[in-house]
């Protein structure tokens, strides 16, 4: 009765799986079945205890909590089928995560009327080192139609280019639909066949797609901060802003401050700190960016780059800052003391022009050695947009070094390059990620690609590419000798089988977040049963050889059924260098039959192998001892399962892919909590799976061992294999 209790304890997890991940509320037929079968269990085991309580009043109190448990369960059960006298407890829902506001990188000027563009010779005016039209003390127009406005008391400018001609503006509208996209990548997510196993990778990508929208969004903001004048400068305003408590508390007028600035030597210092610069093409390569599923799940190492990132700015374009700073922070001081005498701004424009020319080749150069790597693709673009943005909002006419269509094709081109290499290496670290795959059609959309993403499920071809990558085939092997002796050490029963997958067993790999699993392929989660997620075992051969009437060993070949079932193994691995050793974690075989016949079992061999064959999986000892934890842990996981199904209406899309997957995750836990109670602890496999290889898995472990006084498993062999066999 003990190991028949084991075998409903897996039973009972296995069987939820379709009515709770299909988030069905109606009576479900194979939930009723199953309902009468558990009570004609709970019938026979009641008139058990009926004869235990005459004939073995000591079992009594063990058959009673087994009943209890059993009743525990068909209550459950009634809950999930809709035939419950009790009402269901209820579950307070999860509120949405997202916010359904758009907002824009966009700071607008807002003016009483649409200002004219001025014509030749009415941009005589000039503000800070702009020269246009004024709209009044602090808004001027350029003969560029760009509005600009010196916000004194916030200490920046805003520069509002046209709309018409500014080449930024189909990021910015694709910026305002941010929510929009998230939106729409989660409808596309539901519609997916398994789209709730995909949740963590849904995350991950809309914490991409977020970093991408906080990136491009300070790269096209119109929001220049002013710096203040350095005080490092050796001339007099260092002594003048300690003396009078900060500048302009005691300054008047503009050329009070021209007395205390020394405005020659700070050009000075610039055209010193400018002569002093190294030559244009004289700056370090740019930090690579790790584009594995690894790098972005270790923190330390994105802590690595974002500081390498930041020491190479530094070297690659800080001296140019803090030279254009200067100039910048003197144009300001002007402004802020009201000055009209602009004679200066002619040369801070000139030394404007000449940083820029630098910039201009430097950044050219660093498309021309880096341009076409992908690992640092993202760093040259986003360098040279961010040089053409400000140069626009700076009121630059110098023209583009860039021709912006041609970055979205580039991107698109160098990064499917990139992935048909890898796919040919098997670098599975980087063709599985598929955040950084999604999220490419994001970033082209953002560079100005207006077409929705194509592929099978709208979500690019190299999603598609990377779905038809992953696939591996598993093999099974199973071998066992199982032998009983009696008080004497004499051979009482021998018995033998050899097992294997028939054929390939195709599996795919699901990922909690940093680590993989594997689940079988093509196999719909949602509405499946225990059965379809199951290994088909084949028995190969086996005879038992046992005492006859006359105490002679007779052998008989096996004549049972010609298959069984393996519960799908637990995997927990990664593709990941230093991190712990990766694990498969095997569960015993199951019937297709609920019940088998025997036969006469001292004149064949029939299907009395599937509990001996079980022994290569389940300590029997610590399976006596655990039943009863194994029966509550059975219970739990209903009631958990059945509470968590009667929050699935009224939610987001978003809520539901999430309460799906964390169902799933709880029902394979328990399911090998319940495992781990009566396990053989040599059925967990340590593997090392290695990134840039065919095979995931090839190993074999022997889990003989004593099971009582009388019997033992002499051999119980397990060899597994899996390898990677995608779709070509």
């Not at 953002?446 to 592929?455: I, N």
Request: glycine share 4%; proline share 5%.
């Amino acid at each position: 009765m003990k190991f028949g209790f084991w075998l409903l304890v897996l039973f009972v997890i296995t069987s939820v799986k379709s009515v709770v991940l299909g988030q069905e509320s109606e009576q479900h037929p194979d939930m009723r079945q199953e309902i009468n079968e558990l009570k004609q269990d709970i019938r026979e085991l009641e008139q058990e205890i009926a004869e235990a309580k005459i004939n073995n009043p000591d079992e009594v109190p063990q058959l009673q909590k087994e009943l209890a448990s059993l009743k525990k369960i068909v209550e459950s059960f009634e809950k999930m089928a809709g035939n419950s006298p009790n009402p269901t407890p209820t579950v307070h829902k999860l509120a949405s995560t997202q916010n359904s506001v758009n907002q824009s990188p966009i700071e607008r000027i807002i003016l009483s009327r649409q200002p004219t563009t001025p014509k030749p010779g009415e941009d005589t005016d000039r503000l800070l080192w702009y020269r246009g039209k004024k709209i009044n003390d602090s808004t001027l127009i350029t003969n560029k139609s760009m509005v600009v406005q010196f916000q004194k008391s916030q200490n920046r400018v805003v520069a509002q280019p046209d709309k018409k001609t500014d080449p930024f503006e189909p990021m910015i509208r694709e910026l305002e639909k941010a929510m929009e996209r998230e939106e729409e990548l989660i409808e596309k997510f539901a519609r997916m066949e398994n789209g709730f196993l995909y949740y963590p990778e849904l995350e991950k990508t809309l914490s991409r797609y977020e970093d991408l929208n906080e990136e491009y969004s300070a790269l096209v903001k119109n929001v220049i901060e002013l710096p203040e004048l350095s005080a490092k400068t050796d001339g007099k305003y260092a002594q003048a802003e300690s003396e009078t408590g900060g500048i302009g508390s005691t300054i008047s007028n503009a050329k009070d401050f021209q007395n205390l600035l020394d405005y020659e030597e700070t050009m000075a210092k610039a055209r010193r700190l400018f002569k002093a610069l190294p030559p244009v093409e004289d700056f370090p390569a740019p930090p690579e960016d790790d584009l594995s599923v690894c790098g972005a799940c270790d923190p330390e190492l994105i802590k690595k780059e974002r500081k390498a990132k930041d020491e190479w700015h530094k070297k690659f374009i800080g001296q140019e800052e803090e030279i254009r700073n200067l100039i910048l922070g003197m144009e300001r001081q002007y402004a802020l003391l009201g000055s009209e005498d602009h004679k200066i701004s002619p040369q801070s424009i000139n030394f404007l022009d000449s940083l820029d020319q630098r910039e201009r080749k430097k950044l050219q150069t660093l498309m021309q050695r880096y341009g076409n790597q992908i690992t640092r693709f993202n760093t040259v673009l986003i360098y040279v947009l961010g040089y053409e943005r400000k140069k626009q909002l700076l009121g630059s006419n110098e023209g583009s070094i860039v021709d912006y269509s041609s970055l979205m094709s580039n991107l698109d081109s160098i990064y499917t390059q990139y992935l048909n290499e890898q796919i040919q290496l098997k670098n599975h670290d980087f063709v599985l990620n598929i955040p950084r795959h999604i999220s490419l059609e994001r970033q082209k959309r953002l560079l100005g690609d207006e077409s929705p993403p194509v592929g099978v499920y709208g979500l690019g071809k190299n999603f598609d590419k990377a779905v038809a990558y992953n696939r591996f085939a598993l093999k099974v092997n199973l071998q066992f000798e199982y032998e009983q002796t009696d008080d004497e050490g004499n051979l009482e029963l021998k018995a033998t089988g050899s097992l294997l997958t028939p054929e390939k067993v195709y599996t795919m790999l699901i990922t909690d977040g940093c680590t993989y699993s594997l689940v079988k392929h093509k196999v719909d989660f949602t509405s499946t049963t225990e059965k379809e997620v199951a290994i088909p075992i084949e028995v190969k051969s086996g005879a038992k050889t046992i005492l006859d009437e006359e105490d002679r060993l007779i052998t008989f070949s096996y004549t049972g059924p010609n298959k069984y079932l393996m519960n799908f193994p637990e995997f927990k691995l990664d593709f990941c260098t230093g991190r712990s050793r990766d694990s498969v974690y095997f569960m015993p075989l199951f019937s297709e039959e609920v019940n088998m016949p025997l036969g006469n079992l001292n004149k064949s061999y029939t299907s009395e192998m599937l509990p001996m064959a079980n022994h290569i999986f389940v300590n029997i000892v610590e399976m006596e001892e655990q039943l009863e934890k194994g029966m509550e842990l059975a219970a739990e996981i209903i009631t958990s399962v059945t509470a968590i199904q009667s929050a699935g209406s009224g939610i987001s899309t978003r809520e539901k892919l999430r309460m799906q997957y964390e169902t799933k995750q709880k029902q394979d836990n328990y399911r090998k909590d319940i495992n781990k109670l009566s396990a053989n602890t040599k059925t967990v496999f340590t593997f090392d799976a290695r990134n840039r290889s065919s095979e995931i898995i090839n190993a074999t472990q022997d889990t003989k061992h004593e099971i009582d006084e009388y019997s033992r498993l002499t051999v119980g062999k397990i060899h597994i294999q899996v390898v990677h066999d995608p779709f070509q």
